[in-house]
């Protein structure tokens, strides 16, 4: 017990635009790692080995034709690059020796083989203490103090949905779809190519990136998308050359809501919000569309949250179904997990909801899905 006091959890929130750490107890991650990883041979005494280099390090230090991002839809399925990231977490970011250590983790749902493969290398190599893993979106919703809801995650390179209820994952509610930030730049990029050289090649998906970031929006209702014109503004490109920028600002945006602008086969953020509620007893699902929350750095572009709600409420009387629906944005829905991972850090039930490393060894990966899912 006096060792958990001395010692605050590592809360690891994993990503594919940047993973977030830090220690329990904190407002806020100590730092974000860009997820880009890299690797080049080098020469020691135990002969040619490989070298990992990690977020703005790998960017340094490696040829950009030769740096990758090891998560696929969502998740890290390599094991050394799962080494690599948390050995660059705990020597590089932190600077704490990982013996003996608490450690919280997210992963999406539905990834048992990438909760097994975290808990090895974890208990294994890097001799942790205990281990916690849950959602993002369990741990997000914990962070709003609530034990009931929907949460709407949308980030980099995925959405998902899923309801919740007391605190624990409603299974069939459960939805992902490959439709998120790196569409929408993606879209932009293909719009704008016509317009300028620069929004060619991996520079100008950096510029995109930064175009949706800084001056895309939403529009309220669908039906405006061929009627509403925005003000012109000038965006000035690196070499002070400038661009008008117009109606992309909104129309790549609408991807979200329309993912056949750009053939992409699924459903929008909107309809899996739906279908989602509509998986689970009738009984839940007025609190359920009274509690949806979105989180996730997607969810930050402006007029999200008032496009989602109309969208709602237009499926809602075409499948004639009537309720409340609330959508709930917290100013700090980005960071939304890391913050209950934290949370869950600092409770007193910590040690008991955690997985010890003696159970671990005892029982091996099967106790994960005992105490997790």
């Known amino acids: 017990m006096n060792d ?32 880009v990883f890299g690797s080049i041979k080098a020469n020691d005494f135990r002969g040619c080995v490989l070298e990992y280099y990690i977020g703005s390090e790998a960017r340094n230090r490696i040829d950009i034709s030769k740096l990758y991002n090891p998560f696929e839809d969502g998740i ?17 970011e932190l600077l704490v020796n990982s013996e003996k250590k608490h450690v919280i983790i997210t992963t999406p749902i539905n990834t048992q083989h990438v909760r097994y493969a975290i808990a090895e ?31 709407l995650d949308s980030g980099e390179s995925s959405s998902q949905v899923v309801a919740i209820f007391e605190n624990s994952i409603i299974p069939q509610s459960a939805i992902r779809i490959p439709l998120a930030g790196l569409s929408i730049n993606n879209y932009l990029q293909k719009v704008l190519k016509d317009h300028s050289h620069f929004f060619h090649g991996s520079s100008g998906r950096d510029l995109c990136r930064t175009i949706k970031e800084e001056h895309a929006f939403i529009i309220p ?22 661009f008008k920028l117009g109606d992309e600002r909104f129309k790549c945006t609408e991807l979200l809501f329309s993912p056949k602008l750009n053939d992409i086969q699924c459903e929008s953020v909107s309809e899996i919000v739906f279908e989602s509620i509509m998986r689970c007893d009738l009984q839940l699902r007025s609190l359920l569309f009274s509690n949806i929350h979105i989180v996730g750095g997607t969810t930050l572009c402006t007029g999200f949250a008032q496009r989602l709600q ?27 997990a ?11 039930l910590f040690q008991q909801m955690a997985v010890a490393a003696e159970e671990f060894k005892e029982l091996g990966a099967c106790v994960i899905d005992k105490k997790f899912y």
């Open 221 to 242: 209702e669908p039906n405006m998308a061929s009627k509403y014109q925005c003000e012109p503004i000038d965006y000035v490109f690196p070499d002070n050359m400038s």
């Open 338 to 348: 890391w913050v209950g991972g934290s949370i869950v850090g600092s409770l007193d």
């Open 121 to 151: 290398v974890l208990f294994d190599i890097y001799k942790i203490s205990s281990l916690y893993i849950n959602s993002p979106s369990s741990l997000a919703l914990f962070a709003a103090s609530k034990f009931s809801g929907v949460v």
């Open 310 to 336: 109309n969208e709602l409420l237009a499926l809602s009387k075409k499948e004639k179904v009537e309720y409340p629906i609330s959508i709930v944005s917290s100013p700090n829905r980005l960071n939304a």
């Open 76 to 92: 890290i399925k390599s094991k050394d690059d799962l080494i690599a990231l948390f050995r660059h977490v705990f020597d590089k």
């Open 4 to 35: 958990f006091k001395k010692c605050s959890p590592i809360v690891i929130d994993l990503g594919s635009y940047q993973t977030k750490v830090g220690f329990s107890g904190d407002d806020s991650p100590r730092c974000s790692i860009p997820s």
